[in-house]
Protein backbone atom coordinates (compact mmCIF):
# COMPACT_ATOMS: atom_id res chain seq x y z
CA UNK A 1 0.00 0.00 0.00
CA UNK A 2 1.42 3.48 -1.14
CA UNK A 3 1.67 6.27 1.68
CA UNK A 4 3.03 9.68 1.65
CA UNK A 5 3.00 11.62 5.00
CA UNK A 6 3.74 15.21 4.66
CA UNK A 7 4.46 17.36 7.64
CA UNK A 8 5.93 20.86 8.02
CA UNK A 9 3.36 23.03 7.42
CA UNK A 10 2.42 25.92 9.24
CA UNK A 11 1.92 30.15 9.81
CA UNK A 12 4.85 31.95 8.92
CA UNK A 13 5.32 35.90 8.75
CA UNK A 14 6.03 37.30 5.29
CA UNK A 15 9.95 36.87 4.49
CA UNK A 16 10.06 33.68 6.87
CA UNK A 17 10.72 30.36 5.94
CA UNK A 18 9.36 26.20 6.46
CA UNK A 19 11.33 23.30 5.23
CA UNK A 20 7.84 20.65 3.90
CA UNK A 21 8.83 17.05 4.78
CA UNK A 22 7.45 13.93 3.19
CA UNK A 23 8.06 10.83 4.07
CA UNK A 24 6.72 7.67 1.12
CA UNK A 25 6.60 4.29 1.93
CA UNK A 26 4.86 1.34 -0.70
CA UNK A 27 7.50 2.05 -3.62
CA UNK A 28 9.92 3.65 -5.17
CA UNK A 29 9.49 6.57 -7.73
CA UNK A 30 11.75 8.02 -10.17
CA UNK A 31 9.99 11.10 -9.81
CA UNK A 32 8.67 12.94 -6.52
CA UNK A 33 7.87 16.59 -6.17
CA UNK A 34 5.43 19.19 -4.53
CA UNK A 35 2.19 20.48 -5.93
CA UNK A 36 0.07 23.43 -4.52
CA UNK A 37 -3.39 24.68 -4.17
CA UNK A 38 -3.87 28.12 -2.84
CA UNK A 39 -7.22 29.57 -1.57
CA UNK A 40 -10.02 29.47 -4.49
CA UNK A 41 -7.50 28.14 -7.18
CA UNK A 42 -6.32 24.81 -9.04
CA UNK A 43 -4.15 23.04 -7.95
CA UNK A 44 -0.29 24.03 -9.76
CA UNK A 45 3.13 22.32 -9.40
CA UNK A 46 5.68 23.83 -7.19
CA UNK A 47 8.88 21.52 -8.06
CA UNK A 48 9.70 18.22 -8.94
CA UNK A 49 13.05 16.20 -8.48
CA UNK A 50 14.38 12.41 -9.98
CA UNK A 51 15.69 9.88 -8.58
CA UNK A 52 18.94 11.22 -10.09
CA UNK A 53 19.11 14.56 -8.56
CA UNK A 54 17.59 16.93 -11.48
CA UNK A 55 15.63 19.70 -10.29
CA UNK A 56 12.55 21.69 -11.72
CA UNK A 57 10.52 24.78 -10.63
CA UNK A 58 7.80 26.91 -11.37
CA UNK A 59 8.81 30.34 -12.05
CA UNK A 60 7.41 32.04 -9.51
CA UNK A 61 9.52 29.67 -6.78
CA UNK A 62 12.60 30.04 -8.52
CA UNK A 63 15.44 31.50 -6.35
CA UNK A 64 13.42 30.72 -3.08
CA UNK A 65 12.44 27.32 -2.72
CA UNK A 66 14.51 24.37 -2.73
CA UNK A 67 13.50 20.53 -3.58
CA UNK A 68 15.81 17.80 -2.34
CA UNK A 69 15.46 14.47 -1.54
CA UNK A 70 16.87 11.34 0.59
CA UNK A 71 16.32 7.70 -1.82
CA UNK A 72 16.95 6.11 1.40
CA UNK A 73 15.04 7.15 3.20
CA UNK A 74 12.23 7.60 0.64
CA UNK A 75 11.58 11.42 1.35
CA UNK A 76 11.34 14.21 -0.77
CA UNK A 77 11.78 18.25 0.77
CA UNK A 78 10.74 21.48 0.01
CA UNK A 79 12.78 24.21 1.59
CA UNK A 80 10.74 27.58 1.40
CA UNK A 81 12.78 30.61 2.39
CA UNK A 82 11.86 34.31 1.87
CA UNK A 83 7.75 33.64 1.67
CA UNK A 84 5.18 35.82 0.46
CA UNK A 85 1.53 35.57 1.33
CA UNK A 86 1.13 34.25 -2.35
CA UNK A 87 2.59 31.20 -1.42
CA UNK A 88 -0.12 30.46 1.19
CA UNK A 89 -1.60 27.10 -0.05
CA UNK A 90 -2.02 23.63 0.62
CA UNK A 91 1.05 21.84 -0.06
CA UNK A 92 0.97 18.13 -1.79
CA UNK A 93 3.61 15.69 -2.06
CA UNK A 94 3.00 13.74 -4.88
CA UNK A 95 4.93 10.10 -6.32
CA UNK A 96 5.13 9.94 -10.13
CA UNK A 97 1.89 12.14 -10.35
CA UNK A 98 0.31 9.15 -9.46
CA UNK A 99 0.35 9.11 -5.80
CA UNK A 100 -0.33 11.78 -3.40
CA UNK A 101 0.07 12.91 0.22
CA UNK A 102 -3.54 14.24 2.62
CA UNK A 103 -1.65 17.65 1.94
CA UNK A 104 -0.08 20.07 4.88
CA UNK A 105 -1.49 24.46 5.46
CA UNK A 106 1.20 26.98 4.78
CA UNK A 107 -0.05 30.40 5.49
CA UNK A 108 1.93 33.49 5.25
CA UNK A 109 0.46 36.04 6.86
CA UNK A 110 1.37 38.85 9.35
Known amino acids: QVQLVESGGGLVQPGGSLRLSCVAS??????MGWYRQPPGKQRESVASITSGGDTSYTDSVKGRFTISRDNVKNSVYLQMDNLKPEDTAVYYC??????WGQGTQVTVSE
Open 94 to 99: HAAFRF
Open 26 to 31: GGMWNI
